[in-house]
């Protein structure tokens, strides 16, 4: 170890307190020996891993990662001074070690090690967290959404009569685009007929929403509600914007009722909270929550999480201690606010905001332009205007099959021409043999039972293709199936590898 890499050990390990090292040494300890009670996996396995699909359960398993790290109590200002490259190193380092190498290390050195990984995930976690919260809730009013417009399409079939009028409503437009509604639809449909629809249309719309606010409401309440506590508990919200204040209250307001069951008289919040309402809860949820009187809470908690999104999502509000979802001030140069002028000079853009807004604006109504003018010519390349769960959607066709870059076609010809044709399983051995790459290949367990040689071998078997590995025109049994270093009665080696030992 040189002098550098010695005194950052040593500071890392000063700083840490002789409880947060203990901890450490049980972090290792405890998955050293035969694994976990059930042989299920223990923590330190569990903390390299990523989180779960998407769902409640990878969510509260996410929370409880993050609570089990923050008990080790690390210091916040650990790595303050520390460049960020530095740590990241450190970390992946230690996220390639075995318990038991951590165990035999010096102790300044396994304390580092742990202390990173530790540091790092845990800001990674957080980041998870995050991101699981905000896919949810959208996967939440998704589901809703669904459920409530194949409820009323099937309604919507049992209407008649309706369908015929709007037919011939469409095709009356169609044909003479440039008359009046008047003498165009109203022959069609009277002016009474045409009341009637847009009428029904309202209801329908009213209705429709009221429908996924009930369906909300009750996949909410009997089981995405759970996500709320544990959540809130866990993850330190912050904001610098004011026009956000109303969310961070009403945020305030949830936690203080957290630990109140909903019962009877629990449904709603006490008529002396001061409520949030503006900024919080939309105008058609209004009337669900209750603005007059007295607030119920499950649709209000509602809202608040789906506030809550928008503003993370905007990084309106931001979270201590995450990574990617942290303060948006960090992003900035230390030096931003005293040399402005010269980091928005190496980005290019000006001092003024509403000369940016303009120049955006320009390019955006350009762009919509173009691409308007290529709906109507039919020159998108496949990009077209399609209808998906009954909205408008952008489809965008695949890309076709790439040309072969030319540098790959003279390598190729190249390398046929001094060997001949040479198979790729061939090309992988000799890169085994030359560096020995399959030792990148560590396991996600605590430990590995098989034998490196072995485990080397099979490795390269896997990578045999399906017809080398045995088919009708290359028989198992056949001599060609082998040409892996498992042994030499394989196929006749590469020009480059007959002197080496197979």
Same mark, same amino acid.
């Given at each position: 170890m040189n002098t550098f890499e010695e005194r950052f050990c040593g500071t890392t390990t000063d700083r840490l307190s002789a409880m947060t090292r203990s901890r450490l040494d049980d972090l290792v300890a405890e998955d050293d020996g035969e694994g976990s009670v059930g042989g299920g996996r223990t923590f330190f396995t569990e903390l390299k891993a990523d989180p779960g699909a998407l769902g409640l359960e990878s969510?509260?398993?996410?929370?409880?990662?993050?609570?089990?790290?923050?008990?080790?109590?690390?210091?916040?200002?650990?790595?303050?001074?520390?460049?960020?490259?530095?740590? &990241?190193?450190?970390?992946?380092?230690?996220?390639?070690?075995?318990?038991?190498?951590?165990?035999?290390?010096?102790?300044?050195?396994?304390?580092?090690?742990?202390?990173?990984?530790?540091?790092?995930?845990?800001?990674?976690?957080?980041?998870?967290?995050?991101?699981?919260?905000?896919?949810?809730?959208?996967k939440i009013n998704t589901r809703a959404e669904k459920k409530v417009e194949g409820e009323f399409v099937k309604e919507l079939k049992k209407v008649r009569g309706k369908e015929g009028i709007l037919l011939r409503l469409a095709e009356a437009a169609v044909a003479e685009p440039n008359g009046t509604v008047r003498r165009v639809?109203?022959?069609?449909?009277?002016?009474?007929?045409?009341?009637?629809?847009?009428?029904?249309?309202?209801?329908?719309?009213?209705?429709? /929403?009221?429908?996924?606010?009930?369906?909300?409401?009750? &996949?909410?309440?009997?089981?995405?509600?759970? #996500?709320? &506590?544990?959540?809130?508990?866990?993850?330190?919200?912050?904001?610098?914007?004011?026009?956000?204040?109303?969310? #961070?209250?009403?945020?305030?307001?949830? /936690?203080?009722?957290?630990?109140?069951?909903?019962?009877? *008289?629990?449904?709603?919040?006490?008529?002396?909270?001061?409520?949030?309402?503006?900024?919080?809860?939309?105008?058609q949820w209004r009337a669900a929550a209750g603005d007059k009187g007295r607030v119920e809470r499950i649709p209000y908690e509602l809202c608040v999480l789906v506030s809550l999104r928008d503003a993370l999502r905007r990084r309106e509000i931001w979270v201590a201690g995450a990574s990617r979802w942290r303060n948006p001030e960090d992003d900035l140069p230390q030096d931003f606010e005293d040399n402005r002028d010269v980091h928005y000079g190496a980005i290019r853009q000006t001092l003024d905001p509403g000369e940016f807004i303009d120049v955006l604006h320009k390019r955006l109504?350009?762009?919509?332009?173009?691409?308007?003018?290529?709906?109507?010519?039919?020159?998108?390349?496949?990009?077209?205007?399609?209808?998906?769960?009954?909205?408008?959607?952008?489809?965008?066709?695949?890309?076709?099959?790439?040309?072969?870059?030319?540098?790959?076609?003279?390598? /190729?010809? *190249?390398?046929?021409?001094?060997?001949?044709?040479?198979?790729?399983?061939? #090309?992988?051995?000799?890169?085994?043999l030359a560096v020995g790459f399959s030792s990148e290949f560590t396991s996600v367990a605590s430990r590995e039972a098989v034998p490196r040689e072995v485990l080397r071998r099979r490795l390269l078997l896997v990578l045999l293709p399906p017809a080398r590995a045995g088919t009708a025109a290359d028989p198992p049994s056949s001599p060609t199936t082998c040409c892996t270093p498992c042994c030499g009665a394989g196929r006749p080696a590469s020009p480059s590898s007959r002197s080496a030992p197979t």
């Open positions: 969510l509260l398993g996410e929370v409880n990662r993050l609570q089990r790290v923050r008990k080790l109590e690390l210091p916040p200002e650990l790595f303050g001074d520390v460049s960020e490259k530095l740590v &990241s190193a450190w970390r992946g380092r230690a996220a390639k070690e075995y318990p038991s190498d951590l165990i035999a290390a010096a102790g300044p050195v396994r304390y580092t090690l742990l202390a990173t990984l530790c540091h790092v995930r845990q800001t990674e976690i957080a980041d998870s967290l995050v991101d699981l919260f905000i896919q949810l809730v959208q639809i109203h022959p069609v449909a009277g002016e009474s007929t045409l009341k009637a629809l847009a009428a029904q249309a309202a209801a329908n719309e009213a209705r429709y /929403k009221a429908r996924i606010r009930t369906v909300l409401r009750s &996949s909410y309440s009997n089981h995405w509600r759970r #996500m709320l &506590s544990p959540l809130l508990s866990v993850l330190e919200l912050k904001c610098n914007n004011t026009a956000y204040r109303p969310v #961070m209250d009403a945020i305030e307001l949830l /936690k203080r009722y957290l630990d109140q069951p909903i019962a009877t *008289e629990g449904a709603f919040f006490d008529e002396a909270e001061r409520i949030p309402l503006e900024g919080v809860v939309p105008e109504r350009a762009a919509l332009t173009r691409f308007d003018t290529a709906l109507e010519e039919g020159s998108t390349g496949g990009v077209e205007i399609v209808r998906k769960h009954g909205e408008p959607w952008i489809k965008v066709s695949p890309l076709g099959k790439q040309e072969v870059p030319e540098n790959l076609v003279a390598l /190729k010809a *190249e390398i046929e021409r001094r060997w001949g044709t040479i198979d790729l399983i061939d #090309m992988l051995k000799e890169a085994e």
